[in-house]
T-cell receptor
Framework: AQKVTQAQTEISVVEKEDVTLDCVYETRDTTYYLFWYKQPPSGELVFLIRRNSFDEQNEISGRYSWNFQKSTSSFNFTITASQVVDSAVYFCALSLVPDGNNRLAFGKGNQVVVIP | DSGVTQTPKHLITATGQRVTLRCSPRSGDLSVYWYQQSLDQGLQFLIQYYNGEERAKGNILERFSAQQFPDLHSELNLSSLELGDSALYFC?????????????FGPGTRLTVL
């Protein structure tokens, strides 16, 4: 069965600090996709990034970066120079390709509070 | 704005009642997914439809049912409502039912059962 664990429940940072969110996943499949979604206080879920299991190259997109390590089954997400607008709940999610239906298994989420 | 619309935004009803939540996917998307977000269970996948056909079922109760219509909009029907059904219900859509594509979520319907 697939499972996503986000151990940190709430993280508070002062504006302009970096914040890293940990995500550990479990799956027996070799082909899968990982996602990060953001849920601001308004409630909607916003897609941020997607990474497939074949590509361990870490990337940076603006103030977001992610570190995918297959050996430790981790897909960590970093916000650089945090801003108050980054205050939200961030969800890590896993989708199995062999599943064929693209359903997402979500972690419990990390509440990020950016203090001005 | 994700392009996925959901109505109504809020719904307050009583135990034992039946409600219908509606979702319109992004233009061109054939797959619709329903998720439930509650404090105790987190975000859980309920059901997926692809081009009118049920594709996958998750943790969906027998009291709940869904369908996708020829115009691709979808409805989630919740019946014999219980207090524990109070939650935020999300609809998401993606381009295809096979392969893995990012899902774009609607704003959600907040259901309160009194």
């Amino acid at each position: 069965a697939q499972k996503v664990t986000q151990a940190q429940t709430e993280i508070s940072v002062v504006e302009k600090e970096d914040v890293t969110l940990d995500c550990v996943y479990e799956t027996r499949d070799t082909t899968y996709y990982l996602f990060w979604y953001k849920q601001p206080p308004s409630g909607e879920l916003v897609f941020l990034i997607r990474r497939n299991s074949f590509d361990e190259q870490n990337e940076i997109s603006g103030r977001y970066s992610w570190n995918f390590q297959k050996s430790t089954s981790s897909f960590n997400f970093t916000i650089t120079a945090s801003q108050v607008v980054d205050s939200a709940v961030y969800f890590c999610a896993l989708s199995l390709v062999p599943d064929g239906n693209n359903r997402l298994a979500f972690g419990k989420g990390n509440q990020v509070v950016v203090i001005p | 704005d994700s392009g996925v619309t959901q109505t109504p935004k809020h719904l307050i009803t009583a135990t034992g009642q039946r409600v219908t939540l509606r979702c319109s996917p992004r233009s061109g998307d054939l797959s619709v997914y329903w998720y439930q977000q509650s404090l105790d269970q987190g975000l859980q996948f309920l059901i997926q439809y692809y081009n009118g056909e049920e594709r996958a079922k998750g943790n969906i109760l027998e009291r709940f049912s869904a369908q996708q219509f020829p115009d691709l909009h979808s409805e989630l029907n919740l019946s014999s409502l219980e207090l524990g059904d109070s939650a935020l219900y999300f609809c998401a859509s993606s381009a295809s039912g096979t392969g893995v594509h990012e899902q774009f979520f609607g704003p959600g319907t907040r259901l309160t059962v009194l």
